[in-house]
């Protein structure tokens, strides 16, 4: 079980493209998917994030849905070979700027395999997958928070166990 034991009061850990981002979670799992090349099984660190609902994401929505609309009509007027592709979802231009970076005391080198960002039903939703597990005796874990690469100055720390 991981307890977040420092974080912002609001959890907002980024701002990309406008949009606040807040930690939704962190977990020690086995789930890191077997289509991102690992091995079935193997253990690893889960970051979840969420973007903030506001005016602005609603805005975001009603663009993509509009632009969904229009990919539509196009693909019925020049046929599903020649239509453009797909409208990328707000979410994913908006959470694909962000990532993590995980240190603890024992200089682990975690790294990000992959994750999933948006998706239907989860229009504003975006996890990464890091391995390896964080190894016997790390106690606590830090995360720091970028966008494009840039610190936020945004951390959390995580208590293990």
Known sequence: MTTIVWAPGDLVVANSEGVDVRLAGVEITADIPHHLGRPAGERGIRVHVAGVTSPLTMDLDNRHLQEV??????????????VHQFPVMPGVAVLSAVNAVITDNHDTDYRWVGGQLAGTGSEWDGSWAFVPEPPAGVKHLSIEFTVDGVPTGKSVRVQLG
């Open 69 to 82: 609309e229009a990919w539509a009509e196009e693909r019925k007027r020049v046929g599903p070979e020649n």
